[in-house]
């Protein structure tokens, strides 16, 4: 990568590359300028410079572009590397397409269409983006997120995603493509993550138009410079006004702000963290509020059976029993724990009381599921307030004890499903799911750094409130909506805040749109990651928190260098204004504080520092200012401190222990 970024910085010397950069154009310009005046020293009139000089001010100033391109260059490499080995997994591979009447046909991958259904089975590819409409299957995403355990896709829900490139490990399941070629999720990732074609952000660009201004400023100032030193009496020599020119203009953050921007991305990168532009990365640094699902980011997501809690005068053993034949068909992860709650406890259930009667899939609008046995009873399980409904519906009675175990259940966090054979309520399923380890210090590290959590839930409150204080989250949405997650989204940002928001299921687009960074999830549906500006490939919710520390590092690295580019301006200005003028102008010695050995010596050390400095802050630049939580006004303190006086002082020490070893040649 080093190798490749040193040839990149000569071939970045293209005219039509450097206009990118105004203030490293302008001193290409005057490399060429300098370069020409090294061979005809009277191109522009008489010269009494010696030769050397113009030479070592040509040397100078090529090492100084060379340096800014090869910072540049190297903070695309990351990318350019990442992109490569992202490209090795997009192979040309054949595809079982599913042609009508169920013919299934081979075809290459590239030949595949938005909307073709394939069949992908175990250790094959799978061809092209698209979301499993059957069958359920282990897939291995390693050849995108470098992780080696696989997981699980399955139809309908919100883990149904699947990415070309990958492989099935187990099972075989039938893809619907969602993408045409050249439009896939990896083609997406190729392209995001190669730093060159990566656009500058909303602050970038402000900044590079201040530096911009300031160089023409300065032009200005130097183009009138002759006029000036005429008046007084001495001519002033070409050479010397462009390098005056480039120890005036901002140089240092000129040549390293393109770098910060790409390595800043890179980094997020590193965390496997695509995000889709430079500006969702400096957004992410300016969150004031991060809005949360429940489930899956702050607790593990799998609700299950954890005990059965019989009431009124029914026995648990009867309970247990009822609850297995409720869902011993039931597929899904809480109708699965439920069966082995009993097995591991060994209970006795008689499943042969439902093998003829047809399953009832839970539905949003019954909230309930169960059995329709062949002898005419039914039984459901489902939400306490549903079943008490269809219970009552049937004339029953609803146990006395019934709401105090209940809001027991819910207190301690917990989820109650409710049992019920016709019109008795045997008792509850005690579903619990668990807060991840490490959230409350995750909550408490975001709140430091000022910034609000709010955990969405469609969990009653009581149940909410039990899990938002044991995670230690600022704020929670009760029984939330995918239109309530919008409608808070909306209010924050109506009070000028920027807001974060994670998700992974078709419910969460809206919301990861009208974010101001969305993070989505890899694992989930394609609406989401269609909708976010950053899709995380570990499908781990959490990093978000990862991603504003890489934000605010971005922001803080550039306002760190910027700080430091112009505090050491001020220092090469004392250097070299009165090396220029103390001959013609004996009074300004008094502004040499440095002591510099003679104007030509001061000349060379402040260009010579202005191009050393550069690649001596490229690491800073690749690696980002470290961040610690801290209120605004101890980052600033900080800032000014080390990058204000700092850049105060470096520089003169640099120019002055320079101009000591330049003092012994000439």
Do not use: H
């Not at 919100?158 to 099935?168: E, P």
């Not at 075989?172 to 439009?183: D, L, R």
């Not at 961040?627 to 000014?640: F, I």
């Not at 006086?645 to 070893?661: H, N, Q, R, S, T």
């Amino acid at each position: 990568m080093l190798l490749q970024a040193l040839k990149q910085s000569f071939v970045k010397l293209d005219p039509r590359t450097m206009v990118r950069n105004p203030i490293m154009f302008v001193v290409e310009i005057g490399f060429i300028i300098t370069l020409l005046l090294s061979f005809f020293p009277d191109l522009f009139g008489p010269s009494d410079v010696e030769p050397w000089f113009n030479i070592s001010v040509t040397l100078i100033l090529l090492f100084t572009v060379l340096f800014a391109n090869f910072a540049e260059a190297l903070a695309e490499g990351r990318g350019k590397a990442q992109a490569d080995s992202l490209k090795k997994s997009k192979t040309q591979i054949m595809a079982n397409r599913l042609k009508v009447n169920n013919i299934v046909e081979e075809v290459p991958s590239d030949s595949l269409r938005k909307g073709d259904l394939v069949i992908v089975s175990q250790g094959e590819m799978i061809p092209s983006d698209g979301e499993v409409v059957e069958g359920l299957a282990s897939v291995d995403e390693s050849a995108i997120t470098g992780e080696s355990a696989p997981v699980i896709k399955e139809a309908g829900g919100d883990f149904n995603s699947v990415t070309g490139g990958t492989r099935v490990v187990s099972d075989q399941i039938k893809v619907k493509i969602t993408s045409n070629p050249g439009e896939s999720f990896l083609d997406r990732m190729i392209s995001l993550v190669e730093g060159a074609k990566r656009q500058k952000t909303p602050n970038e660009i402000a900044l590079n138009t201040v530096l911009t201004s300031l160089t023409l400023i300065f032009m200005i100032v130097v183009v009138s410079m002759p006029a000036f030193t005429n008046y007084l009496g001495f001519n002033i020599e070409i050479a010397v006004l462009i390098a005056l020119l480039v120890c005036l203009i901002p140089t240092t953050i000129g040549g390293l702000l393109s770098a910060i921007g790409i390595a800043g991305m890179d980094r997020v990168t590193q965390f496997n963290v695509i995000a889709m532009s430079g500006k969702a990365v400096e957004a992410a640094g300016d969150i004031n509020t991060i809005i949360l699902d429940k489930t899956g980011t702050i607790t593990y997501g799998n609700r299950m059976a954890s005990d059965f809690v019989a009431v009124g005068d029914v026995a648990a053993a009867e309970l247990a029993q009822w609850a297995g034949i409720s869902s011993f068909q039931d597929e899904t992860p809480e109708g699965r724990s439920v069966i082995e709650l009993l097995n591991s406890r060994n209970s006795e259930y008689d499943l042969n009381i439902g093998d003829k009667g047809s399953f009832i899939e839970f539905k949003a609008e019954t909230r309930m599921s169960g059995m329709d046995l062949a002898d005419g009873r039914e039984v459901r399980k489902g939400a306490v307030d549903a079943v008490k409904k269809w219970v009552s519906s049937k004339g029953g009675e609803i146990p006395s004890d019934l709401d105090e175990e209940t809001v027991k259940i819910a207190k301690e966090g917990g989820t109650p499903l409710a049992v019920a054979v016709e019109n008795r309520i045997l008792g509850l399923i005690y579903l619990k799911d668990t807060v991840k380890p490490g959230m409350q210090e995750r909550f408490a590290q975001l709140r430091e750094m000022g910034i609000k959590t709010v955990m969405a839930t469609g969990d009653n409150p009581l149940t909410a409130a039990t899990i938002a204080k044991e995670a230690g989250v600022d704020e929670f949405i009760a029984e939330c909506k995918p239109e309530d997650k919008i409608e808070v989204i909306k209010y924050e940002q109506a009070q000028g805040k920027l807001v974060a928001m994670t998700g992974d299921g078709t419910n969460d687009a809206p919301a990861l749109a009208q974010a101001d960074v969305g993070l989505a999830m890899n694992s989930g549906t394609s609406a989401a990651k269609e909708a976010a500006n950053m899709v995380d490939l570990d499908s781990n919710p959490t990093k978000i928190i990862e991603v504003v520390s890489i934000g605010k590092q971005l922001l803080m690295t550039r306002g760190a260098l910027t700080t430091f580019s112009i505090a050491n301006d001020v220092a090469k200005y004392f250097a070299i204004i009165p090396a220029m003028f103390m001959l013609a102008i004996p009074e300004m010695d008094v502004l040499n504080i440095m002591k510099l050995d003679s104007p030509m010596s001061a000349i060379l050390s402040a260009l010579i520092f202005n191009a050393v400095i550069i690649p001596l802050l490229i690491p800073l630049a690749m690696r980002g200012v470290s961040y610690k939580p801290m209120s605004s006004n101890a980052l600033l303190r900080k800032n000014l401190l080390i990058y204000g006086l700092g850049g105060l002082a470096v520089p003169f020490i640099g120019i002055k222990m320079i101009d000591i070893i330049i003092s012994l040649f000439i």
